[in-house]
Nanobody, 124 residues
């Protein structure tokens, strides 16, 4: 069992930056690939970014490429999502997720464990 705890998100003006973090309870954190998903009001959950178990590969949805960076610190059991040049359409609840499997990281069903979610609000 893996528990994922997300730090608080926040509110920022368009063009600003935020960094999300998610810490896992399990010491074998390096055995898990990590993903970030988000869900805006009235919309379905969508994939944002993912990183492979050792952090060697990263994946992004097109709308965040060049603005968001996912990283993983296995020594701290923590995954980060650095979000720059934020836009109002990035407003959502953001969830981190963990999977011991490889591939298809943009599919929510692939993940076994989920954080509680954290609100990110971007104002224009």
């Amino acid at each position: 069992q893996v528990q994922l705890v997300e730090a608080a998100g926040g509110s920022v003006q368009a063009g600003g930056s935020l960094r999300l973090s998610c810490t896992a309870s399990r010491r074998t954190f390096s055995s898990y690939a990590m993903g970030w998903f988000r869900q805006a009001p009235g919309k379905e959950r969508e994939f944002v970014a993912a990183i492979s178990r050792l952090g060697l590969s990263t994946y992004y949805t097109d709308s965040v490429k060049g603005r968001f960076t996912i990283s993983k610190d296995n020594a701290k059991n923590t995954v980060y999502l650095q979000m720059n040049n934020l836009k109002p359409e990035d407003t959502a609840v953001y969830y981190c997720a963990a999977t011991p499997r490889s591939g298809a990281y943009n599919t929510g069903d692939k993940y076994d464990y989920w954080g509680q979610g954290t609100q990110v609000t971007v104002t224009s």
